[in-house]
């Protein structure tokens, strides 16, 4: 198991890093008070959590000292941590809050200007522990984004969420959809007496449906594209790709498609690939 601290100046960042961890699976849990962390077991949670990101700052602990105590207290536990420290200069960080509006979370002072300087005083030791170091002044959103893409590139973090639906025409498409394909071009098993009652899951009726140049062409074409939109697609920050492959009942050629389509998929790194039949509770009909 491994702990991912996210922290650094309120302004710089942290809820961008955290979006972006918590769109590729982590568990994040933002400004926990040391109340409560202090009392989690972590050991417990070692073997079903495996990746999990905390975002801390000034507000979660009364004293900094108990920050390290936090991190020595994991570390004893046989956890490991990676601290991301967030930083920005002070005008920038000023600029953030008066675009924004929001008021700085450190109200310890008389003007944002001042908490901005009292918050750096007070993390200073952190930054000076930190794994990773990230400014952010001149940073896009989408360009901090690609920073801590590159820093961790070494954990294989997902990069995207491919999620296959199967469906019927006949009772409706999907709304939810990003990309279409219709495959009732492809040979039918359903006029076929001892296919009717099976589905695109069965052997017998994947390779009735595959069994022409056609479906395997329509197949290639169909992988072709989706191999060179992908990286397109997760260059621009799109964390959840939903493809819907039709066929007229959602029973045979569809499925039959996505499941092709999904051993194809699922060979790729940093790619989650889901599967999900929309009329499967009508196959038995």
Not at 83 to 89: E, M, S
Not at 189 to 214: A, F, H, T, W
Not at 232 to 239: D, L, N, R
Request: glycine share 6%; aromatic share 10%; charged share 30%.
């Amino acid at each position: 198991m491994e702990i991912i601290i996210i922290t650094g100046m309120s302004g710089a960042g942290k809820s961008t890093a955290l979006n972006f961890f918590e769109d590729r699976g982590f568990l994040t849990i933002n400004n926990m008070p040391d109340f409560l962390i202090e009392n989690i077991d972590f050991s417990s949670y070692k073997r079903s959590l495996k990746k999990m990101v905390m975002g801390l700052d000034v507000r979660s602990f009364e004293n900094i000292d108990d920050f390290f105590k936090f991190i020595e207290k994991i570390k004893n536990e046989g956890i490991t941590t990676k601290i991301l420290y967030l930083d920005a200069k002070d005008e920038i960080i000023l600029n953030r809050y008066n675009l924004t509006r929001r008021h700085h979370p450190l109200e310890e002072g008389n003007s944002i200007t001042e908490n901005i300087s009292l918050e750096r005083t007070k993390i200073q030791r952190i930054r000076e522990i930190a794994d990773i170091l990230i400014d952010s002044s001149t940073l896009k959103p989408k360009e901090l984004i690609d920073k801590l893409k590159s820093n961790f590139e070494k954990d294989k973090i997902r990069d995207l969420v491919f999620s296959i639906t199967t469906f019927g025409f006949k009772y409706g498409a999907p709304t939810d959809l990003d990309m279409m394909f219709d495959v009732r071009c492809l040979p039918n098993p359903y006029y076929i007496d001892k296919l009717r009652v099976r589905s695109g899951n069965d052997l017998e009726v994947q390779e009735y449906v595959m069994n022409g140049s056609v479906s395997k062409e329509y197949l290639c074409k169909i992988k072709d594209m989706l191999d060179f939109l992908l990286p397109q697609f997760i260059k621009e920050g799109k964390t959840l790709l939903t493809v819907g492959i039709g066929c007229s009942g959602g029973k045979h050629r569809s499925v039959t498609i996505a499941k092709r389509l999904y051993e194809h998929m699922e060979k790729k790194e940093n790619i989650k690939v889901t599967l999900d039949h929309k009329e499967k509770d009508k196959w038995a009909l």
